[in-house]
């Protein structure tokens, strides 16, 4: 029986997706909120659309940075 290896740079690359995503689940609900705090404010409808594109782009990485590191851990 063969055993599997990790392949280092794929988990590395796994990794940095994660971080990426760890700063975007950080930073979308904070200009959320901020967008939400100044409904008078002639800028609360840009920063609320990009606050809500950075929230699903932080899943987005969060998805995507588990699946590099499986993949790295179990080649197909």
Same mark, same amino acid.
């Given at each position: 029986?063969?055993?599997?290896?990790?392949?280092?740079?794929? =988990?590395?690359?796994?990794? *940095?997706?994660?971080?990426?995503? =760890?700063?975007?689940?950080?930073?979308?609900?904070?200009?959320?909120?901020?967008?939400?705090?100044?409904?008078? *404010?002639?800028?609360?409808?840009?920063?609320?659309?990009?606050?809500?594109?950075?929230?699903?782009?932080?899943?987005?990485?969060?998805?995507?940075?588990?699946?590099?590191?499986?993949?790295?851990?179990? *080649? *197909?």
């Amino acid at each position: 029986m063969e055993t599997s290896k990790t392949d280092k740079k794929i =988990l590395a690359k796994g990794v *940095k997706t994660l971080i990426f995503a =760890l700063l975007s689940l950080f930073m979308g609900p904070i200009l959320l909120s901020v967008a939400l705090s100044n409904k008078e *404010k002639p800028l609360y409808i840009p920063i609320l659309i990009i606050g809500c594109l950075i929230s699903a782009f932080a899943v987005f990485l969060l998805f995507k940075g588990i699946k590099i590191i499986m993949n790295s851990m179990f *080649k *197909k």
